[in-house]
């Protein structure tokens, strides 16, 4: 079994990703955006467009979100 990647460097593999912002932004751009990628989810630092991108499995992320509801 192959480990998939732990983090992708936005500026060469992502950037025709269609990037979301969290609904619960301020506007200060102190939040997260994500992006759907071949089944996965990107979740990145809207401070830093260019830099890294976590990538989960869709259960992983829904565990970690609903950890905060």
Request: hydrophobic letters at 35%.
């Amino acid at each position: 079994m192959t480990a998939l990647p732990r983090d992708v460097p936005s500026s060469t593999r992502l950037n025709s990703a269609q990037w979301l912002r969290s609904s619960y932004s301020t506007g200060a751009n102190n939040c997260v955006e994500t992006a759907r990628l071949s089944g996965r989810l990107a979740v990145r630092d809207s401070k830093n467009p260019g830099g890294p991108a976590l990538l989960f499995s869709p259960e992983s992320w829904a565990g970690f979100t609903a950890a905060f509801h």
